[in-house]
């Protein structure tokens, strides 16, 4: 599967914006897709969308802020991102077969996409 991250930018504390991540391949509908964001001392795994019911995983630092979603039509998996904060300036890469479990983020264990750049300025 190969993935191509879009939609960054610079926005104003409070503001929204919205990533995609185009995922192209054989069977790539069958794939969980997820987001991970990365300072460069830090990577952290941000949402996990899973294939079977589109049911997601969300980061505490994001949950009730950040919002995942799939168009299969268009092999697309959105990240739509409000009330944004400095603290959310990062690069953001989309990435497959990510898992999780009630117990919290398992990890990610496929391709990783090029990273579209985000920044919250306060």
């Known amino acids: 599967v190969q993935l191509q991250a879009s939609g960054g930018g610079l926005v104003q504390s409070g503001g929204s914006l919205r990533l995609s991540c185009a995922v192209s391949g054989p069977s790539s509908e069958y794939y969980s897709i997820g987001w991970f964001r990365q300072a460069p001392d830090v990577r952290e795994a941000v949402l996990c969308l899973t294939y079977k019911n589109d049911e997601a995983w969300y980061s505490d630092s994001v949950k009730g802020r950040f919002t995942i979603s799939r168009d299969k039509a268009k092999s697309a998996v959105y990240l739509q991102m409000d009330r944004l904060k400095p603290e959310d300036t990062n690069i953001y890469y989309c990435?497959?077969?990510?898992?999780?479990?009630?117990?919290?983020?398992?990890?990610?264990?496929?391709?990783w996409g090029q990273g579209t750049q985000v920044t919250v300025s306060s």
């Open positions: 990435v497959s077969d990510c898992g999780w479990s009630p117990a919290g983020f398992v990890g990610a264990f496929g391709e």
